[in-house]
């Protein structure tokens, strides 16, 4: 179910794609990657109060994933939630002391 929300979205069908992430998420109650893809794919719809909910809860779900601590990290500071970006982004970096990515958006949200 993951890959055909995947496909839906490559194919800018938002609807079906959203749809399919939330057959997926259901499908998979503790899958973590199914709601950080549906939460982009609600943020890309507009809809910001549901997209981060979705991304703290896959990270709720394997909370040291790299991939989930960055990406909400991300969408955080796009909310203008600078303190949750910084406290996630040293999570990653206190993880993955190498983290480029993390280290580059870290600097960008101090400035």
Known sequence: ???MAQLKLKN???ASALEWFAKAAAADPKGAAARLHW???LW???DRE???REM???LELRPQWIVALYTLAYYEHLAGN???AVILLEQALALRPGFEDAGLLLQ???K
């Open 82 to 84: 600078a303190d949750r």
């Open 12 to 14: 800018l069908d938002h």
């Open 1 to 3: 179910m993951l890959g």
């Open 39 to 41: 939460g982009m794919a």
């Open 56 to 58: 703290r809860r896959a």
């Open 44 to 46: 890309e719809s507009g």
């Open 108 to 110: 960008e949200i101090r």
């Open 50 to 52: 549901s997209a981060l």
